[in-house]
């Protein structure tokens, strides 16, 4: 794993996380990164595809299937994890933030950051031949992506959003946070938008085992300030765009225990620990296991299910390579 080095890479994950935070419909989420909870929501990147799919009258189902050795429902997105495109030009100094990667028809997201000047944030969801068609944007409100026709509008006060379709598989959100001149730097990022089809979302863990009636539902690699962090998902079977029931997460912060007091527990052989569901600053924590594992991160497992079985799903999560590599890089 690539960890982080140097004190400059720190500050730009905690400007980064701050910046958004301020923007996001819900900023204690994205501040709870910097408290270093053990867990990382998807708010963001779903309130903004959903603000896409309204603003353009296209019906695209959010499904939340990730990370699975089951075969993708489309063969458009036989691999999923690879992320489809990229923007071959940002303006100085933005990084790369995070990635979450989703099957087919759901969405996949990619976010860059300057640090507290800005975010820019990619979505990209498979067009679903079930559903459309467009509805043709007014005219103050249309762009032209190369000879398609697109929208732009404000979104949650400050933050400007463009969308439009590069092609006939994928509808592209383009989210821009605190950024001078948004449309016409939008429009830029937009027309230089290119295919990707070589950058991956490759974390570092893998559910061994998931009790019957729930499978994997999402994959989400980002940086904290203690380095790389991998968390996945899980939902009840035939449900991907339910609320996580389990999600298990690898990262450098011990887990914030809150008001509970934590219950001495062996988790894969060693001491970890059990907290019970509490109400905490965020609401309704569900119940947890937690284990320190090689190299000093924390494995952690919680959910909407008891302890014996969270600490069998902690016992099965395989820890493999993964890669950061990409981290705190533009689009290459």
């Known amino acids: 794993?690539?960890?982080?080095?140097?004190?400059?890479?720190?500050?730009?994950?905690?400007?980064?996380?701050?910046?958004?935070?301020?923007?996001?419909?819900?900023?204690?989420?994205?501040?709870?990164?910097?408290?270093?909870?053990?867990?990382?929501?998807?708010?963001?990147?779903?309130?903004?595809?959903?603000?896409?799919?309204?603003?353009?009258?296209?019906?695209?189902?959010?499904?939340?299937?990730?990370?699975?050795?089951?075969?993708?429902?489309?063969?458009?997105?036989?691999?999923?994890?690879?992320?489809?495109?990229?923007?071959?030009?940002?303006?100085?100094?933005?990084?790369?933030?995070?990635?979450?990667?989703?099957?087919y028809p759901a969405p996949q997201t990619r976010t860059w950051s300057s640090g507290a000047t800005g975010q820019i944030q990619l979505t990209t969801t498979p067009l679903d031949d079930r559903r459309g068609p467009w509805t043709i944007a007014p005219a103050p409100n249309q762009i032209i992506v190369h000879g398609r026709v697109g929208m732009v509008a404000e979104v949650y006060g400050d933050a400007t959003m463009l969308t439009w379709t590069p092609d006939d598989t994928y509808l592209l959100s383009l989210t821009l946070f605190g950024i001078k001149d948004p449309r016409d730097v939008g429009q830029r990022i937009a027309d230089e938008m290119v295919r990707d089809g070589r950058a991956r979302v490759s974390g570092e863990l893998?559910?061994?085992?998931?009790?019957a009636g729930l499978e994997l539902s999402g994959v989400h690699t980002y940086m904290t300030a203690g380095g790389g962090a991998t968390e996945l998902e899980a939902t009840l079977a035939g449900q991907p765009t339910a609320a996580p029931v389990v999600t298990a997460s690898l990262r450098a912060e011990r887990p914030d225990s809150g008001d509970a007091v934590p219950v001495p527990l062996k988790v894969r052989g060693a001491d970890g620990f059990y907290l019970p569901k509490q109400t905490g600053r965020l609401g309704v924590e569900d119940e947890t296991v937690a284990v320190q594992v090689e190299g000093g991160r924390w494995l952690t497992v919680s959910g909407k299910r008891d302890q014996a079985t969270l600490l069998g799903i902690a016992n099965g999560v395989q820890l493999i390579p993964g890669d950061y590599s990409w981290f705190g890089k533009p689009p290459e």
């Open 1 to 103: 794993m690539t960890r982080l080095s140097d004190e400059h890479t720190e500050d730009l994950i905690r400007e980064s996380l701050e910046h958004l935070a301020t923007r996001a419909p819900d900023g204690a989420e994205i501040r709870d990164t910097l408290a270093q909870r053990p867990r990382s929501r998807p708010t963001m990147a779903l309130a903004l595809v959903a603000a896409a799919v309204a603003i353009i009258a296209l019906g695209v189902p959010l499904g939340l299937r990730a990370y699975t050795a089951v075969p993708p429902a489309s063969p458009r997105n036989a691999d999923w994890a690879v992320l489809p495109y990229k923007p071959g030009w940002l303006p100085d100094g933005f990084k790369e933030l995070n990635r979450r990667a989703k099957a």
């Open 206 to 211: 893998r559910f061994g085992g998931l009790p």
